[in-house]
């Protein structure tokens, strides 16, 4: 069995990349109002590739949300069902001129096909597509396919499209590939995730603008207030400062510096910021970062003292910790290290939850197996990413029974969310493989 599903894979592998490649020239870029249609587009092109395999599809959506797919196919009796999950909609591209080849049109130069949501996610819907059609109409297990549209812009309408289709969505076994695999050749199952909060703090010191000559050395400007401020979320070394944070420890793998150096393309000269092991400060503490400023331009600046200033900051919550606490216990820190007596406000942004897993269990042995086998003999490592992917925790508490696997198409130098973003060839039909493998397994461990 297992040989016939490898050469069915590669009988239908090109014609999967071609799909994939025509999603990817689909510029389904959620959070642009002016390309919803575009991400209109996006749903019924990927609704048309399930219906032509086989299965019952319907383009779904709940309170003026993003279009979702949702397809369906049952199995042998007794078989389980699994739940397969990825969303076609996408980041912005950003600036062109970044790009060595244009956003979305797909190109392949080495081992790599670049394009926006070429990996993440367009990728993660061929991977599922592959291991349906390499299955054809002898699929051993149920499918439920769900293809959200607006994970990017932080699943707003999911928790009502959960519950609108819960008897539909409902699901021994979920698989969401939306992660990454440990390093190229070496696969992964994601065990943990890091929770995410965000805010805006503004920071006023006078009632309007004034000249800094006649009130410099008396009169507190508000960026450098706000400077002041930001720097007391972390001490000397880099680590979180502020108080109350949730703290973890991680999967004990050793992140090679050098590697990580290139993976983060961190430039000559700069250290590394924090203690302790590496994938300790990547997937089990909180990190905090300030990820957008509104000042004055440099190129508008003049000899004023600016009334106020904000800044938007980024904090990733430690498995384990609850993100809403996580957000209020910053709030309170930002609030009472106000310098100089300067007015603090702060507003609370976007939060998801953390998310961890017990991988032990039927569901994860037929994974690991499936896993090994399509990576010639190397096992998968279970790792966490610092990253948050808030919409897991959602489905963890719909279908508590149901084993929750995160797998991924991505590899460290994906670049996803930047530009150049490419998906890794051979490391895709691995993805394949091990998903169509996985599909069997399941149903050979009921």
Request: proline share 6%; net charge negative.
């Amino acid at each position: 069995m297992s040989s016939d599903l490898r050469a069915a894979v590669a009988a239908i592998l090109p014609g999967v990349r071609a799909d994939l490649e025509d999603l990817v020239r689909i510029q389904s870029v959620s959070a642009d109002p002016a390309r919803a249609d575009q991400v209109r587009r996006s749903a019924e092109a990927t609704a048309a590739l399930f219906r032509d395999a086989g299965l019952e599809v319907e383009i779904v959506s709940a309170d003026g949300g993003m279009p979702a797919v949702l397809a369906r196919k049952p199995g042998p009796p007794g078989a389980p069902t699994v739940l397969l999950y990825a969303h076609h909609d996408v980041q912005p591209e950003g600036d062109p001129s970044t790009w060595n080849s244009e956003p979305f049109e797909p190109t392949e130069r080495g081992d790599r096909l670049f394009a926006r949501g070429a990996a993440d996610d367009k990728a993660g819907i061929a991977a599922h597509l592959a291991a349906i059609r390499a299955h054809g109409d002898d699929l051993p297990v149920g499918v439920t396919v769900f293809v959200e549209g607006e994970e990017e812009v932080g699943s707003p309408t999911l928790d009502a499209l959960l519950t609108t289709y819960r008897d539909k969505l409902a699901s021994d076994v979920i698989v969401i590939a939306d992660s990454t695999n440990w390093e190229i050749g070496t696969p992964a199952l994601t065990t943990s995730l890091r929770g995410l909060a965000d805010c805006v703090v503004e920071v006023r010191a006078l009632d309007h603008a004034v000249h800094s000559g006649m009130w410099e050395g008396v009169a507190p400007d508000a960026l450098t207030a706000l400077c002041r401020l930001i720097a007391t979320l972390h001490d000397h070394n880099g680590d979180v400062a502020v108080p109350g944070l949730n703290t973890g420890k991680a999967a004990d793998l050793e992140y090679d510096e050098h590697r990580l150096r290139a993976d983060a393309g961190i430039a000559d000269g700069v250290e590394l910021i924090g203690t302790g092991s590496v994938v300790d400060r990547l997937w089990a503490r909180p990190a905090i970062s300030v990820i957008a400023l509104d000042a004055t331009r440099v190129a508008d600046a003049s000899n004023t003292l600016i009334p106020a200033a904000r800044a938007k900051i980024s904090l990733r919550v430690a498995p384990g910790d609850d993100a809403r606490r996580a957000l209020d216990q910053l709030r309170r820190h930002l609030v009472a290290s106000a310098p100089w007596g300067v007015q603090v406000t702060v507003i609370d942004g976007d939060v998801g939850q953390p998310f961890t897993v017990d991988a032990n269990g039927p569901a994860y042995d037929a994974a690991r197996a499936a896993f090994t086998e399509a990576w010639g003999g190397t096992a998968p490592v279970d790792i966490g990413v610092g990253g948050s992917i808030p919409f897991i925790a959602a489905f963890a508490e719909m279908f508590p029974a149901a084993a929750i696997l995160v797998t991924g198409v991505e590899d460290p130098d994906t670049r996803a969310h930047g530009a150049n973003e490419g998906l890794h060839l051979a490391e895709f039909e691995r993805v394949c493989l091990a998903e169509a493998l996985l599909l069997q397994k399941l149903a050979d461990s009921t």
